[in-house]
């Protein structure tokens, strides 16, 4: 998901710049010789969404860089894995990403306290162990740890204010990765592309 925070607020060409950057570093990093691109709206429809959005999705539609766009996805889709790339201004970004975290904290609680009710959802509980072991490593955000700041000269990777060392250690690890892979270079040749069919880079 791109932006998360950095920008607030984007117009339409923004939009545009952050799926081109996406689409770069999900090809360079994910392995993806054509990841998916979607644009987060508040409906599928063609006339739902602000201007902004519209705009953009109608200049990802007809832009002929070979992006594989899909339109438009709604906040069910981040959590669905629908698109390989959501695109969005920072501030819904950041809306979405908090309250990802919260539903997984309130989940885990949740059930944690379902299967302490009674001895036998204790029971219930060891006989799932290994499966509730494997869910709680697949849901825990120190694993995920770290947004990079694309369309930079450099790696810039920023942790997560509320992470635990195993968090911190996750960013320094893509940090390090991201700096023997060909992401920037995929992202400056993404630009390049766009720059030359006359939509300004944000």
Do not use: W
Request: with cysteine; hydrophobic share 40%; glycine share 12%.
């Amino acid at each position: 998901v791109l932006d998360v925070g950095a920008n607030v607020e984007a117009d339409a060409a923004q939009l545009v710049s952050f799926a081109i950057m996406g689409e770069a570093y999900a090809r360079a990093t994910l392995g993806k010789e054509h990841p998916t691109i979607g644009l987060l709206n508040i409906g599928s429809e063609e006339m739902k969404g602000h201007d902004e959005v519209r705009e953009a999705h109608e200049m990802l539609r007809t832009l002929d860089i070979g992006l594989n766009y899909r339109g438009f996805v709604e906040g069910d889709d981040i959590s669905m894995g629908s698109v390989d790339v959501i695109v969005t201004d920072g501030f819904t970004g950041n809306v979405a990403l908090k309250t990802g975290e919260g539903v997984a904290r309130m989940l885990a609680t949740r059930v944690r306290e379902a299967l302490t009710k009674s001895l036998v959802t204790k029971a219930g509980a060891a006989l799932a162990s290994s499966g509730l072991k494997e869910l709680r490593e697949q849901m825990n955000p120190s694993n995920a740890n770290g947004g990079v700041l694309l369309g930079l000269g450099g790696v810039s990777v920023k942790s997560h204010g509320g992470t635990d060392a195993r968090g911190f250690a996750t960013a320094c690890v893509l940090a390090a990765d991201l700096s023997t892979s060909h992401y920037q270079e995929e992202v400056a040749a993404n630009l390049t592309r766009i720059q030359q069919k006359g939509v300004a880079a944000g």
